[in-house]
T-cell receptor, first 115, second 115 residues
Framework: NAGVMQNPRHLVRRRGQEARLRCSPM?????VYWYRQLPEEGLKFMVY????????ESGMPKERFSAEFPKEGPSILRIQQVVRGDSAAYFC?????????????FGPGTRLTVL | SQQGEEDPQALSIQEGENATMNCSYK?????LQWYRQNSGRGLVHLIL?????REKHSGRLRVTLDTSKKSSSLLITASRAADTASYFC???????????????FGQGTILTVHP
């Protein structure tokens, strides 16, 4: 049973370009969470999605950032017009359910570098 | 201070010694999870302890939870050089009796185990 998969593992973009980060949850998991980790810091929640629905996007910047989890295919975190401050590791996690006591399993992360 | 703060920030010990890391939080929780992160890598789930549990074991790991003090500890016994990593606690904050698993992470404890 493959774990949470993220690609690409490393992404380099120039300022103003778009970044698209993909996350495939574990088999049987329908809940996806995106977190961002700045250097030397803990993870910060960005957005929580179920298939075709955004449940909570309270941690996501209002501009330039968007996320989706379509019926088919991976979840996508999209960052438009990237700036240097977007450089971070972006982690996706999935869980079987969204209620209490559900363990979240994390992917290896995508390290975004904005030049 | 923020939800899920670890203490100490860094811990350096010799192989064979025990390592204890503490985590404090502010609001009521449904569960608390401990994760491990090797440098530049993703997070590995270690243990989930529910709010109605006081202690949990997994191999050389022992986690305690004191909801009256809003604190948790992670004990690693007989440490090995391979235990060198950052350790994070993450809380699943209770809201209206339920939650959907949004995790709030602390800053982490950097553990270094010298051979």
């Amino acid at each position: 049973n493959a774990g949470v998969m993220q690609n690409p593992r490393h992404l380099v973009r120039r300022r103003g370009q778009e970044a698209r980060l993909r996350c495939s949850p574990m088999k049987g998991h329908s809940h996806v969470y995106w977190y961002r980790q700045l250097p030397e810091e803990g993870l910060k929640f960005m957005v929580y999605l179920q298939k075709e629905n955004i449940i909570d996007e309270s941690g996501m910047p209002k501009e330039r950032f968007s996320a989706e989890f379509p019926k088919e295919g991976p979840s996508i975190l999209r960052i438009q017009q990237v700036v240097r401050g977007d450089s971070a590791a972006y982690f996706c996690a999935s869980s079987r359910g969204g209620g209490n006591y559900n363990e979240q399993f994390f992917g290896p992360g995508t390290r975004l570098t904005v030049l | 201070s923020q939800q899920g703060e670890e203490d100490p920030q860094a811990l350096s010990i010799q192989e064979g010694e025990n390592a204890t890391m503490n985590c404090s939080y502010k609001t009521s929780i449904n569960n608390l999870q401990w994760y491990r992160q090797n440098s530049g890598r993703g997070l590995v789930h270690l243990i989930l302890i529910r709010s109605n549990e006081r202690e949990k074991h997994s191999g050389r790991l022992r986690v305690t939870l004191d909801t009256s003090k809003k604190s948790s500890s992670l004990l690693i016994t007989a440490s090995r050089a391979a235990d060198t990593a950052s350790y994070f606690c993450a809380t699943d904050v209770r809201a209206g009796g339920t939650s959907y698993g949004k995790l709030t992470f602390g800053q982490g404890t950097i553990l270094t185990v010298h051979p």
